[in-house]
């Protein structure tokens, strides 16, 4: 069974931080680009950070480059995006996403969401 379980979660003030994991279970994770995407409402779904499996590069959207990192363990399944200085426009659903790089882009998973709220 392919799970991505999404925690860490919640609200918190502007220029707060907050951690996201996603762990990650019933499939290869080191063969896996990883990604975290987030959604606002009334926004589409944006693309955030990721992450490859094989030489660990990163890459991030303009507006949290400085502020957010994104980080993986292979040895624990589990991907994290360490987020600093939050901002009100970063409130969304943030989403955990696996792409095989195997194969580039044959299976893709998604997790079920958690909330980010910035306010005060």
């Known amino acids: 069974q392919v799970q991505l379980v999404e925690s860490g979660g919640g609200l918190v003030q502007p220029g707060g931080s907050l951690r996201l994991s996603c762990a990650a279970s019933g499939f290869t994770f080191s063969g896996y680009l990883m990604r975290w995407y987030r959604q606002a409402p009334g926004k589409e779904r944006e693309l955030v950070a990721a992450s490859t499996s094989v030489d660990g590069s990163t890459n991030y959207v303009d507006s949290v480059k400085g502020r957010f990192t994104i980080s993986r363990d292979n040895a624990k399944n589990t991907v994290y995006l360490q987020m600093n200085n939050l901002k009100p426009d970063d409130t969304a659903v943030y989403y955990c996403?696996?792409?095989?790089?195997?194969?580039?882009?044959?299976?893709?998973?998604w997790g079920q969401g958690t909330q980010v709220t910035v306010s005060s």
């Open positions: 996403n696996a792409v095989e790089e195997i194969i580039f882009g044959r299976t893709i998973y």
